[in-house]
């Protein structure tokens, strides 16, 4: 029982690892700043949880998953929320996307910027 | 061994990372590289220790994902407003003042 | 071919710190030429801490080698290591250069402040951080009297 | 190759892969030369070097290179950077020949000197066999506290260590007396909130950080408290516990954090730190042992009555060391105090100085 936590725990990780590596990939070839936002951010935590949840399996019940769950709450709270405002840093420093036109993006820089 | 696969797929995780932040052609590529890069590197932390035998060592780990948030936020901060001081809000304090 | 991978760690220590120096040598700006010292430094620290490194060994918390972590640790580096160089059934790296090199990072933070702070008042006072330039504006207010020469 | 291992490849991979991306940053960090790129490569090159540090079996280095390298390096350089703007980093060709030249020369001369270097790795180099491993066997019946490098650093070394608290103070009254007093300094201006679109008012950003600043605080003082039982000790606590601020001054405004952490007051627990770290030592003396030996710190009636739970019953064979465990956490949390202060001070400094400069070549006689 304890070696097939041991396999299940680690292709979990391989596969957050895998996530990463495509998110990594996405943040290489996107063409603009807000599509590489996308790609990086929830790779980031996509990755994180599957990785963090893999390696719990692995350390079964103890301090160690204690830690790694936390690890896994303080992710969850910080790459989202960073990601959330370096999209609008970039927003209200007027980067426009670069496929397509946010129609929304023109009518509230019209109303923001008073 | 999956782990030191994983390992292995964060490393160029990483190194890809680095090429994105060496070549990133705004600022906000630059940042994100850096997050980006910083919660990759919070993740190798927790695999090392695992790897290594030694999994007390999730402390570093904990620590860097929440000094990430931080440094973000400063090059963020740096790079849109110009001013480490400013109140990341829009309306004066005598008016919002909760944020 | 050995001597490749046994020095391999000093070699790219000493390639970091004349990157190090490259940078700090290469530009007049008084910001900069920080970052090169910083690069400096930080690789000395490494230089330390690779000397330190015992293979087989773990960091320098004592754990008991009944435990599991020992035991795993110990049949990884071999039994016959660990009773050559372990202490109490375990190997561990040398603590010393750790602890040299942690206070080195702390001041080392702390005096790249000053520096800076520095960096900034000079601005302040001559309107730019290029070395060259600051020296110059210092050659023409000596002349003109503003400032006492330097002793 | 006497006694060296050459197994664990995994090591020595992770150990070669991690110089490599290195000195790719480094490298980066040479050719560009543009200011803000290189202080984001200098957060990657000190966040690698914290990781190369823990597959070196340095965690309390690590611990430290992730909290000040990444940290609070970046944003002083940002600091310095925002206020000497308008310098532009120009870097001319003529310049470029030479230092590279000297470089090389130098590097070829010093790997040249690394050959008879011991082995990587080698148990048996000299440093390894004789100094490191006294420590080692000696920490246990001397200290009794697992993590040996808390124990040289606090205990074997206490009094180097009280150098380097007062050397970190000495650099909290330099940055505070340079940008931390004159008119431009942070005392004496409102700074209004940003004008901009709706995107500039962070909710999320406000939100997480009245989550974080707390949790932050509180695993400041954890690392602190385990600092002999994991890696953790004084340095690492107290610059976490500044992170802590700096987040609450980044999000919320200079203005706010410093009507709740004054100046005045960061400075004051900043001597306290050092005040409580001689002290410690000089009660030392008083109970008759030598300075900062803190096998005197309890007089013996004093030790009896501490009581069993606390470190288990006394039995002659291994001795409890009370004043021991006592004495490394008063200087820890001495230490705490220092870095802590010492790092907001200088964020305080770099934060909440102005940068209206006079014009080049108009340099104020005697300016403040």
Request: charged share 10%; net charge neutral; with cysteine.
């Amino acid at each position: 029982m304890a070696d097939a936590l041991f396999w299940a725990g680690g292709g979990l990780a391989a596969a957050g690892a895998l996530l990463a590596l495509i998110g990594a990939l996405g943040v290489l070839r996107f063409p603009d700043v807000y599509t590489r936002i996308h790609a990086a951010s929830i790779t980031d935590t996509g990755g994180a949880t599957l990785m963090i949840l893999g390696l719990c399996l692995i350390s079964g019940l103890s301090l160690v998953t204690l830690k790694l769950v936390l690890v896994w709450v303080f992710i969850m709270l910080t790459s989202p929320a960073a990601a959330n405002a370096l999209a609008n840093a970039a927003y209200s420093a007027g980067h426009t996307p670069w496929i397509g036109s946010f129609r929304i993006m023109q009518d509230n820089r019209k109303g923001g910027s008073r | 061994m999956l782990l030191i696969g994983a390992a292995a797929g964060l490393l160029v995780a990483m190194s890809l990372m680095i090429a994105r932040a060496i070549m990133g052609p705004s600022h906000y590529d630059r940042i994100l590289a850096a997050n980006s890069f910083g919660t990759k590197t919070v993740l190798l932390l927790a695999i090392i220790g695992f790897v290594f035998g030694r999994p007390a060592f999730l402390d570093i780990a904990l620590v860097y994902a929440l000094i990430n948030f931080v440094t973000t936020i400063a090059l963020m901060k740096f790079f849109r407003y110009r001013s480490l001081a400013a109140p990341l809000t829009t309306h004066t304090p005598k008016e919002g003042g909760n944020g | 071919m050995s001597a490749v991978l046994t020095h391999f760690n000093y070699v790219a220590v000493i390639v970091l710190m004349m990157g190090g120096l490259y940078i700090l040598l290469s530009t007049g700006n008084l910001v900069r030429r920080m970052i090169g010292l910083a690069i400096f430094q930080t690789s000395t620290g490494l230089f330390y801490i690779s000397l330190g490194k015992v293979s087989g060994g773990t960091a320098a918390i004592t754990l008991d080698a009944v435990s599991a972590e020992g035991q795993a640790l110990a049949a990884r580096a071999g039994a016959e290591q660990v009773a050559r160089y372990g202490v109490e059934g375990v190997i561990y790296s040398n603590p010393l250069p750790h602890v040299l090199i942690l206070t080195a990072i702390v001041v080392g933070v702390a005096t790249l402040a000053v520096g800076l702070a520095i960096a900034v008042r000079l601005r302040e006072a001559y309107g730019t951080i290029e070395t060259d330039e600051i020296q110059a504006l210092d050659r023409v207010l000596t002349a003109a009297g503003q400032v006492e020469p330097a002793p | 190759m006497t006694g060296y291992i050459p197994g664990f490849d995994a090591n020595l991979a992770l150990d070669a892969i991690l110089l490599v991306m290195l000195v790719v940053i480094v490298a980066a960090i040479a050719a560009t030369h543009r200011m803000l790129s290189a202080v984001i490569l200098m957060g990657l090159y000190s966040l690698v070097s914290a990781v190369w540090l823990v597959v070196m079996d340095a965690a309390d280095v690590a611990f430290t290179e992730a909290v000040v390298g990444a940290g609070v390096s970046t944003i002083v350089l940002l600091g310095a950077i925002l206020l000497t703007r308008g310098a532009a980093a120009k870097v001319s060709g003529r310049r470029r020949f030479l230092p590279a030249v000297l470089a090389l020369g130098v590097g070829a001369i010093l790997i040249y000197a690394t050959l008879d270097l011991p082995d990587f790795g080698d148990p048996a180099s000299p440093a390894n066999a004789y100094v490191g491993r006294a420590y080692l066997e000696a920490t246990g019946n001397d200290m009794g506290i697992p993590n040996v490098v808390t124990a040289v650093l606090s205990s074997y070394r206490g009094f180097d260590t009280l150098g380097e608290t007062v050397v970190i103070f000495a650099a909290a009254i330099g940055v505070a007396i340079m940008l931390g007093f004159g008119e431009r300094a942070m005392a004496d201006r409102t700074i209004e909130p940003l004008a901009g679109g709706p995107a500039d008012h962070h909710v999320v950003l406000r939100v997480a950080a009245k989550l974080l600043i707390p949790i932050i605080a509180l695993y400041a003082f954890y690392v602190q408290f385990h600092g002999d039982l994991g890696p953790g000790g004084g340095f690492q606590a107290g610059v976490i516990l500044a992170v802590a601020v700096i987040l609450h001054a980044l999000v919320f405004g200079l203005k706010d954090t410093m009507a709740a952490v004054k100046p005045k007051f960061a400075r004051g627990v900043a001597a306290l730190g050092v005040l409580l770290y001689a002290g410690i030592g000089v009660t030392c003396i008083v109970n008759g042992g030598g300075f900062l030996d803190y096998d005197h710190l309890f007089p013996r009636h004093i030790e009896a009555q501490i009581p069993d739970w606390i470190l288990g019953p006394a039995d002659p064979a291994h001795p409890h060391h009370w004043g021991q465990h006592f004495g490394i956490m008063a200087i820890e949390l001495g230490v705490l105090f220092t870095v802590a202060a010492t790092m907001v001070t200088i964020f305080y400094g770099f934060a909440g100085r102005s940068m209206e400069a006079p014009q080049p070549g108009a340099p104020r006689s005697g300016a403040a």
